[in-house]
């Protein structure tokens, strides 16, 4: 459906401009992926550090989906329309493109806390966000000709990073 939206949007643009639509869509999603798996993945494993609370971690992902996802639309959308670059491209597309990725990418991470004990849903969590990640490592390395292993191990490693950092702010707040 969004693709049908933005192709009648873009109908009265010239062929360029519909590639630069595409890239905005393949931005958007991308970015919204990225950041609402790895923002999500410290929420879970940062809130179960310190509460071990499945009420509080979906709730926190349920308002995470809404306030996090608009922000970052709008964010997207402010940086794109502050660049100096003339062009007249279709900014909103890569807000709405962010804004359906990121918080699709997010509620996802409900299913498994609302159905599963929370030990075995924070683990499946990590476990299918950083399957997530992997793949879009794989797919931005062979749309740019890069080594895939090396994107692949950057983008892990910095999700890997935000999960560790995140349980250990966990169990300093369960201290407090």
């Known amino acids: 459906m969004a693709a049908g ?6 109908s009265g643009y010239n062929t360029n401009m519909i590639i630069k639509v595409r890239e905005l869509e393949i931005g958007g999603i991308s970015f919204g992926l990225t950041s609402g798996v790895v923002t999500t993945l410290g929420l879970i494993v940062g809130i179960n550090s310190a509460t071990g609370s499945k009420l509080a971690i979906a709730a926190s992902i349920l308002t995470l989906a809404v306030a996090d996802s608009l922000s970052d639309a709008l964010g997207m959308q402010l940086s794109e329309e502050s660049r100096l670059d003339e062009s007249k491209k279709p900014v909103w597309v890569i807000s709405l493109f962010t804004f359906m990725a990121k918080f699709f990418f997010t509620v996802i991470f409900a299913i498994p806390i609302f159905l599963l004990r929370l030990d075995l849903a924070v683990a499946l969590s990590v476990i299918f966000g950083l399957v997530l990640i ?12 890069q080594p895939i292993l090396k994107q692949v191990l950057e983008h892990l490693g910095f999700a890997i990073l935000v999960v560790i950092l995140s349980y250990y702010i966990g169990i300093l707040a369960e201290r407090l």
Do not use: D, Q, S
């Open 134 to 145: 992997t793949i879009t490592a794989i797919v931005v390395a062979k749309r740019h000709n």
């Open 5 to 10: 939206i933005v192709k009648w949007a873009v």
